[in-house]
């Protein structure tokens, strides 16, 4: 009798609650929570909100330290230090000026809500298209911002890695892979200037992959006799392993990429990409090297594909170092056509890319069906749709994010630089789900790639998809009741 009692009860349970409770029911009324927020014909973009600040996003694989930052923040650490404002050029001053343009405290600044304003659009892209007023081009304008705020940057930077880890934490994020910041290394410390010249001259003529090889071999034996250059990127390395003190726990990883940057001239470009390479071999905590700056800058666009050699060569010397690539951050009008036909292609073939930051170029990309094929079995792009629209003027269906999911490449989302944006990974989510309307099917693969794609050691994946397991799990309790409750 006991046991017929029992029965009746989970019985009586089901009947009232309409859900046996499992698992599989969770996911099945979370999934029909999200299509209820489809049902009046546009997408209910508060609902959506909400549902995407609650689920677990695993992590964000493409964004930037110095543009993860909010400004506020940058000018709390300016008046940290005790540092000005200069009134007419709203950067940052480390020595008091007078005359027509005496410096301000951050203080006096906030106090001029006019002038604050004024900042805040120049420091992000805060109001750009909310009112008129002159402007830059948008790109000019996002790229710009770092010349602003980059005086402090680096000033407070496990304070800095710790916001952005609690950021992270409230809107479900468990692990943060961003670019840190380019080992500190010039070449002119290592070259003479006539022989930094001659160098960069023949990189750029080398009319063959051999013959740039050559040329990359013997910059390399140079730095490595240098006693300085390795003081260099061991000082780097111990410096990652300083600020990342505390940011680690149970339910959070945070790593970092370091990088060079593509405007600088060849020799200086490989020595930072030299020098990031030796640094992520030598620390666990660096995960990867990168090449950023504008791409369709006029330097970035005549020597892209010796950058790409410079990646080929390196990742021959260093196998297990791993490889993202911003490519194919341009649009048909930025650039002439013949810039848009193998950005992707390259990244891919010669640099051997395992992650694509970006990739919108892909419908003007010669042989794109195989690139396609190519990507779908060796690489994963990153989708960066808010950067994507403010910098390229490319979204909803002109994005190629349709047909990197219908042709099946595997794919992350991404925030870019939430601090320059004003965004954030809950928001990048809502617009994918708002433009494409994936099914949550898709969406948590989205969440899961994050791990799988990520440059973490397979035992940190292992540990991180069991917290995305359970933060699922609880999501997913918590929406089938909402669920339930709605109907």
């Known amino acids: 009798m006991a046991i017929h009692k029992q029965i009746f009860i989970i019985v009586l349970l089901v009947f009232v609650t309409g859900c046996s409770c499992s698992p599989e029911d969770k996911q099945h009324q979370t999934s029909a929570l999200y299509e209820s927020m489809f049902s009046g014909g546009e997408p209910n973009i508060a609902k959506l909100n ?7 996003k695993g992590g964000d694989l493409h964004n930037h330290y110095t543009g993860t930052i909010y400004a506020e923040t940058y000018l709390d650490w300016v008046a940290k230090k005790g540092w000005w404002i200069n009134p007419c050029t709203l950067k940052i001053v480390t020595v008091q000026e007078s005359g027509n343009c ?5 203080q006096q600044l906030i106090a001029n809500n006019t002038l604050y304003r004024k900042l805040l659009t120049l420091w992000s892209d805060m109001d750009y298209r909310n009112h008129f007023h002159d402007q830059p081009p948008p790109d000019s304008n996002f790229f710009s911002t770092f010349g602003y705020f980059g005086t402090v940057s680096n000033e407070y930077m496990n304070d800095g890695l710790n ?17 840190l910041s380019s080992v500190p290394v010039k070449s ?22 051999e013959e740039t090889d050559k040329l990359l071999a013997q910059i390399r034996s140079t730095l490595d006799a240098n006693k300085d250059f390795h003081s260099a990127v061991d000082n780097f390395v111990s410096m990652v392993t300083t600020v990342h003190q505390g940011i680690d726990n ?3 990883t945070m790593r970092y990429q370091t990088y060079a940057s593509r ?21 666990p905590l660096i995960v990867g090297v990168n090449i950023v700056a504008p791409e369709n800058n006029i330097v970035a666009l005549n020597d892209y594909t010796l950058h790409m050699q410079m990646f080929g060569y390196l990742h021959k010397q260093y196998p297990d170092v791993n490889r993202a690539l911003h490519a194919g951050e341009l649009t048909l009008g930025m650039v002439e056509p013949k810039d848009l036909l193998f950005h992707i292609t390259q990244a891919l073939e010669i640099a051997h890319a395992q992650r694509i930051g970006h990739g919108v170029d892909l419908p003007y990309e010669q042989n794109s069906t195989k690139l396609l094929e190519t990507l779908k079995k060796n690489a994963t792009i990153e989708i960066n749709l808010t950067s994507n629209q403010f910098i390229l003027g490319v979204a ?13 490449v595997p794919l992350v989302i991404s925030t870019d630089d939430s601090g320059v944006s004003r965004n954030n990974l809950s928001n990048e989510y809502m617009l994918l789900a708002s433009r494409y309307h994936p099914s949550y099917a898709r969406i948590k693969e989205y969440a899961y790639n994050s791990i799988k794609y990520s440059f973490l050691s397979q035992k940190d994946k292992t540990s991180a998809s069991k917290v995305l397991d359970k933060k699922f799990s609880e999501f997913e309790e918590e929406m089938s009741e909402l669920y339930k409750n709605l109907k």
């Open 50 to 56: 909400l549902f995407f600040t609650k689920m677990p």
């Open 102 to 106: 005496a410096s301000l405290t951050v």
């Open 163 to 179: 916001i952005i880890k609690q950021r992270a934490l409230k809107e479900n994020v468990s692990y943060i892979e961003t670019m």
């Open 188 to 209: 002119a410390d290592y070259f003479k200037q006539e022989e930094a010249l001659k160098l960069s001259a023949q990189l750029r003529a080398a009319q063959s992959p």
């Open 250 to 252: 149970d339910v959070f």
């Open 263 to 283: 405007v600088a001239d060849p020799l200086q470009v490989f020595t930072n990409l030299y020098a990031g390479f030796m640094a992520s071999s030598k620390s």
């Open 396 to 408: 909803k269906n002109e994005h190629p994010y349709l047909i990197y999911s219908s042709y099946g």
